[in-house]
């Protein structure tokens, strides 16, 4: 199966027709599916003002009403890395009739900031989406925040660490996705960020794990050395006990970043079955049309 997938990748990137040969867009150069997207202004801050970049559905769905949005954030250890990076997932799931984004925020080599900041603007970006749905065409309840890694991290912030909003937002709009899509994530007990999490225990979502939780699916790989298959494991019992949907994807021998980048092997059948259990709690597009 692996050596198949492997061998259709490497024609798509030969010959340039990702849609000819797995049928979707998401095996496009980054380059070119940024400047395809809709660049859309969310938050001005003092470093910098910050962009979504949107993927509207292809037109099988342009008919649609409302349908969820998925928005997507980079990893890096909240140290490095930009949008461009998670425009192919963004693109599988716009490929699948979600509107998918792939949003920046700041990060310490560009912007000389902490995961604070990063916290602060992942919590903006699903308030803007969800203030702006009606634009954007999405349903306001059915904002879905994905990430790897770091991005998994603040990914997981807006649903389960409180507080930490940015200062003069209109915090009446809650910044809580209402559904969860983490890759190998930073969750805040064993692994990456121990420093951080020392001094930041309020910024740690596996230390408030409740009842009432958003469906959640993460993936992460059986050797990954940097965010432990035991701490998503950890999790997800946390979530399972409080009676949440949670789902954990075991990625044999994989190790960190287990399912990116899109031309990973392991990518297609994780995000496939992330998108079955989306759908499987009530996400699905096709509700939307």
């Not at 949005?69 to 599988?92: L, Q, R």
């Not at 065409?137 to 409180?162: E, R």
């Not at 409080?242 to 789902?247: A, F, I, K, S």
């Amino acid at each position: 199966m692996n050596r198949i997938l492997i061998f259709l990748v490497s024609l798509v990137l030969m010959t340039g027709c990702s849609q000819c040969a797995l049928g979707g867009t998401y095996l496009l150069p980054a380059e070119q599916l940024m400047a395809e997207s809709q660049k859309v202004l969310y938050k001005r801050t003092p470093q910098e003002d910050l962009y979504l970049y949107v993927l509207n559905p292809t037109k099988a769905t342009s008919n649609r009403k409302s349908v969820p949005a998925i928005v997507c954030f980079f990893g890096g250890g909240w140290v490095k890395g930009d949008p461009s990076t998670m425009i192919g997932t963004a693109a599988w799931f716009r490929d699948q009739g979600y509107v998918a984004i792939s949003a920046d925020y700041r990060v310490r080599s560009r912007h000389g900031t902490t995961p604070l900041e990063c916290i602060q603007d992942a919590k903006s970006a699903i308030r803007f989406v969800r203030v702006h749905a009606q634009q954007l065409g999405v349903d306001p309840q059915k904002i879905i925040a994905d990430g790897g890694s770091a991005g998994g991290h603040i990914a997981s912030a807006t649903a389960l660490v409180k507080g930490h909003e940015e200062p003069g937002e209109d915090t009446t709009v809650s910044s809580q996705a209402n559904a969860l899509v983490l890759h190998n994530p930073v969750l805040g007990g064993h692994g990456f960020g121990g420093s951080f999490f020392n001094q930041h225990s309020d910024c740690a979502p596996v230390n408030f794990v409740t009842k009432g939780l958003p469906p959640t699916v993460l993936s992460c790989g059986t050797k990954d050395p940097v965010t432990p298959i035991t701490e998503a494991q950890h999790f997800t019992a946390l979530m399972r006990e409080n009676g949440n949907h949670c789902e954990l994807i075991e990625v044999k021998y994989a190790g960190h970043s287990c399912d990116w980048p899109v031309t990973n092997p392991n990518f297609l059948p994780t995000v496939t079955r992330m998108a079955a259990f989306l759908k499987e709690n009530g996400f699905s597009p096709e509700a939307g049309k």
